[in-house]
């Protein structure tokens, strides 16, 4: 089956840039999306097709991707910004959809 | 606004079934796609599969393939999902979660699997 991998963790300092990666076989063919879960909260959409971001989602979140790997970048990242995030898409067919293993983001 | 409002938690046995109910609002329910994604306690994400509201044919995850089955009822905006044979591995929170590229949830229901 398909699947998407995240490093486990990644640990900034505040102010600093997080950058978190997901690797896909079919990432240079389908579009990858970003999720971010606070504790205790479902997950919100920061980033889709990519490199779009979603009305309200502040600037300082952004994606890119390029062959085999999607990254999503948080310039600046602040403590509020501390959550698990999970990488989506599909394989090249268009299913099954699948969540990248995720990622917990430490800002301290 | 869109609303997803899952029903409530429930206990099972191992073996037993659980049907949860996802009921939206806020929008024309048969424009839209349903997905169904869990997550068990302290873990990731989970997709399990997709239903298309408008017509109910559904795509499934490989690995739930033998035990689930997804459904609508357009008269009340409601899909469910149907896990059967329980094993006490799929003691998760169940999301409801609308359109091919999540953009709302449901609130999530809690299904402890347990003897």
């Known amino acids: 089956s398909y699947e998407l991998t995240q490093p486990p963790s990644v640990s900034v300092s505040p102010g600093q840039t997080a950058r978190i990666t997901c690797s896909g076989d079919?990432?240079?063919?389908?579009?990858a999306y970003w999720y971010q879960q606070k504790s205790g909260q479902v997950p919100v959409l920061v980033i889709y097709e990519d490199t779009k971001r979603p009305s309200g989602i502040p600037e300082r979140f952004s994606g890119a991707s390029s062959g085999t790997v999607a990254t999503l970048s948080i310039s600046g990242a602040q403590v509020e910004d501390e959550a698990d995030f999970y990488c989506?898409?599909?394989?090249?067919?268009?299913?099954?959809?699948?969540f990248g293993t995720g990622t917990k983001l430490t800002v301290l | 606004q869109v609303q997803l409002v899952q029903s409530g938690a429930e206990v099972k046995k191992p073996g037993a079934s659980v049907k949860i109910s996802c009921k939206a609002s806020?929008?024309?329910?048969?424009?839209?796609?349903m997905h169904w994604v869990r997550q068990a306690p302290g873990q990731g994400l989970e997709w399990m599969g997709i239903?298309?509201?408008?017509?109910?044919?559904?795509k499934y995850a490989q690995k739930f393939q033998d035990r689930v089955i997804m459904t609508r009822d357009t008269s009340t905006s409601t899909v469910y999902l149907e896990l059967n044979s329980l094993r006490s591995e799929d003691t998760a929170v169940y999301y409801c979660?609308?359109?091919?590229?999540?953009?709302?949830w449901g609130q999530g229901t809690l299904v402890t699997v347990s003897s």
């Open positions: 979660a609308r359109d091919k590229v999540p953009d709302y």
């Open positions: 239903i298309n509201a408008n017509g109910g044919s559904t």
């Open positions: 806020g929008y024309t329910f048969s424009r839209y796609y």
């Open positions: 989506f898409s599909t394989d090249s067919s268009g299913t099954p959809y699948v």
């Open positions: 079919a990432l240079p063919k389908t579009y």
